[in-house]
């Protein structure tokens, strides 16, 4: 024992996301709190990691006072998936304290706690919900401890017995400082919050001793297998450290002419964003642009925000989502964040080991985030777009974009800046024709062409022409023929 | 019906015990099987959650079981038997092994239908497993 340091082990949670948020699974014998509003989900992520880490060998205590009677709490807890009946009374054990909490003596309590620990030796102890104990003890007055010994005691006794301990409870005023707060080595609050019609559940680690934790605020989802964090996207160093100019190689994004106006394809690991007006093309080409690479062998991943599933995609984009050579992220569920799309695209990509992802569009996925994310929509888009980059895939994002003539944009988000390479299309009025333009607006550390190309969509998809070399003010939707002489002559 | 009907395939012992035995000895058996079920359930559900849970079963039962109605009102204290054993003790014998068997299955019948079968069968193994003895349940350890 002379190298002197503690070896604390992490407990992996069971709870998807939570190791990850809690910065690499929770503290053995750390002495915790679950906090939250009522309905927050505090007794299901409670039993979620009670069941993940119970064995006969570790078993847990679940004391349950007064507040949620424990036959609704084993009633609805056995809907989720991670509810095992053969764990109860071999690993896992309810023992009710209400009887000993209605009286209101601390000292009580907490000697019932102290037997039942004896007795059974637990490696995890959960008392639920914790608010009853603090009541109990404010309606009696006279208490022979108060509230601040017994949680002091409790955690010394647990760390002590060698006990994991988690106390849940939707008492705590985060505003005024507990005493509990000191006492408890870690701290996971859960909140509801919301924001117009949406309501999106957040979770925050607000302490955790002796590790380091994502700061801030989580989103996640109860669902049938219980509840699911989404810790914000990780950048694989690995990948992000790779060497070799980022140029070097580049990839057909299914149209030939599109690639030599890209200076020979797009480069691998770019971010490409489409941006044009409704209808001119975008999803036809992130098809495209998917359908080149499965033709190379490659696989993909598309998050449409936009068509509905197996409507409108074209058959070739449904083969190649029926041949599992692309992914499909589901974007229905309501409250959606940009953490969790990030997770479900970097999910899918690990699982397809996939090359090229297409986000169509960006102004579909801002219309499905909860109302309570748009406000920093560009900085979970940055956030998001450089993870993706980090695995080294090569993504397409489109955006839909209002022609105005009087000014040249090319996202209505500013989110210009945070891809790699642009292509704009527009439209413009020639001959009487609503006709199509593309350009190249931008390919980082490379040469591109500048031109605006007419372009067709037609079965094949898409065609691209000729410049317009005749005509002139193309950006202003109305060009207007040059003359043989070269003196521009601007519209009315 | 409220509570769906349950497979017979857990007897309770001390029904099995008493059939031809006086009422009384019925009403004793059936006394201390409660008294199991009471330790076996209470430290879980509380013993306030256990009354109730019988209090219910004894008022859905004397429906077919007359008998229970005076079980019923006496039920007054949690863990308290008594009424119950005075009902059945007042009865044939075979009115009696009915009867407390008729109760037996509906709790058994309502605690499935609230927490499922399968956790309802492992609450109450205790009960079952320990012949009709007379003490409580004994919790074996981890």
Redo the contacts between chains.
């Keep these: 024992m002379t190298q002197g340091k503690a070896s604390i082990r992490r407990l992996p949670t069971g709870v998807p996301g939570l190791d990850e948020v809690l910065g690499g699974g929770l503290p053995e014998f750390s002495f915790n709190l679950i906090a939250g509003a009522p309905g927050s989900g505090k007794t299901t992520l409670a039993h979620q990691i009670m069941f993940a880490l119970a064995t006969p060998e570790r078993p847990a205590l679940y004391f349950t006072v007064l507040g949620e009677p424990p036959l609704k709490m084993l009633r609805y807890m056995q809907q989720f998936d991670f509810f095992d009946s053969e764990m109860v009374s071999r690993s896992i054990r309810f023992i009710n304290l209400a009887d000993d909490t209605a009286a209101g003596d601390l000292d009580k309590v907490l000697a019932r706690v102290v037997a039942e620990v004896q007795a059974h030796g637990p490696g995890l102890v959960f008392v639920d919900s914790f608010r009853s104990v603090v009541l109990a003890n404010q309606a009696q007055g006279n208490s022979f401890i108060s509230l601040e010994q017994f949680v002091q005691q409790l955690g010394m006794l647990m760390t002590s017995w060698q006990a994991t301990t988690f106390l849940v409870g939707e008492y705590f005023n985060e505003s005024e400082p507990s005493p509990i707060f000191t006492v408890a080595d870690g701290l996971i609050w859960l909140r509801q919050s919301v924001h117009r019609n949406s309501m999106v559940r957040k979770l925050e680690i607000m302490k955790m001793r002796g590790q380091a934790t994502l700061p801030g605020l989580h989103t996640f989802r109860i669902g049938p297998a219980g509840v699911h964090v989404f810790a914000p996207p990780q950048f694989d160093q690995a990948v992000e450290n790779g060497s070799g100019s980022p140029t070097a190689v580049r990839l057909s994004v299914g149209v030939p002419e599109l690639d030599t106006m890209l200076g020979g394809g797009l480069p691998r690991g770019y971010s490409l964003l489409v941006a044009g007006p409704s209808g001119a093309g975008k999803s036809i080409l992130a098809g495209a642009f998917l359908a080149e690479g499965a033709r190379g062998g490659e696989t993909g991943v598309i998050a449409a925000f936009e068509q509905r599933p197996n409507r409108s995609r074209g058959q070739a984009m449904v083969e190649l989502i029926d041949s599992g050579r692309v992914g499909v992220i589901d974007t229905r569920a309501p409250g959606l964040s940009v953490d969790e799309i990030s997770g479900l695209l970097i999910a899918e990509i690990r699982r397809l080991k996939a090359t090229r992802v297409v986000i169509d569009s960006l102004s579909g996925f801002e219309l499905v985030l909860a109302p309570t994310f748009r406000d920093d929509f560009r900085e979970s888009l940055a956030r998001m777009v450089s993870a993706l980059a980090s695995t080294g895939v090569t993504v397409l994002m489109t955006s839909e974009l209002e022609d105005r003539f009087t000014d040249l944009r090319f996202s209505p988000y500013g989110t210009a800046f945070l891809t790699d390479a642009i292509v704009v299309q527009r439209y413009i009025e020639v001959d009487s024709r609503l006709q199509r333009v593309i350009a190249v607006a931008k390919v980082r550390s490379s040469a591109h062409s500048n031109g605006l190309y007419l372009f067709d969509i037609d079965d094949g998809g898409i065609r691209i022409g000729e410049m317009l070399v005749d005509q002139e003010g193309l950006l202003g939707g109305m060009p207007t023929r040059r003359r043989a002489a070269g003196g521009a002559v601007g519209d009315a | 019906m409220p509570t769906d009907a349950q497979p017979n395939r857990t007897t309770a012992p001390a029904d099995h015990a008493a059939r031809d035995a006086d009422a009384g000895r019925v009403a004793d058996a059936a006394t201390s099987t409660w008294r199991r079920v009471e330790a076996a359930l209470?430290?879980?559900?509380?013993?306030?959650?256990v009354a109730a849970?019988y209090q219910r079963s004894l008022y859905l039962a004397r429906a077919d079981h007359p008998c229970l109605a005076a079980a019923h009102e006496g039920a007054l204290q949690p863990g308290d038997f008594t009424a119950l054993r005075t009902a059945l003790a007042g009865q044939s014998s075979p009115n009696a092994a009915t009867a407390s068997q008729a109760l037996l299955q509906t709790f058994r019948g309502l605690l499935a239908n609230?927490?499922?079968d399968?956790?309802t069968e492992?609450?109450l193994?205790s009960v079952w497993d320990n012949p009709s003895s007379g003490h409580a349940a004994q919790?074996t350890?981890?």
């Design positions: 209470s430290r879980i559900i509380g013993k306030r959650g849970l609230l927490i499922g399968a956790l492992r609450l193994k919790d350890s981890p």
